[in-house]
């Protein structure tokens, strides 16, 4: 079988197969990336602005029916990462982390490189 022979699918499942835990960080890690991406727009989407929740939102719904916010609730670390206090960091924090991990497969060569000094290999050996 020529390699332009096999479909993207099977070429995956073989990777996966013969690299079972790498897989499975890399697809954690592209996972923890894509919804750090998307978690501030959607905590705009459901009413958390920079300036308080919005009226008539989800998340004046949820302000009224808790009352009185404490520190270090859902609710409050929602509202800060909105307004790009501290939680917002951790999200930045988690997304850097994913992408990281999505990338462990490189791990090994990265290793390799250090180990030389930044050299390039020897051909010749």
Known sequence: MKPQDVTLFQAT?????????LTGLQVVGATVSALSFFAVPALGAIGFTAAGPAANS?????????GVVK?????????GAAMGGGALGGIQAAGVAGAALARAGELPELVETFRRGFRAPNRLE
């Open 58 to 66: 989800v998340a004046a719904a949820w302000q009224a029916s808790i």
């Open 71 to 79: 520190a270090g609730s859902l609710f409050s670390w929602c509202q």
């Open 13 to 21: 499942t073989n990777y996966a197969k013969a690299h079972p835990v």
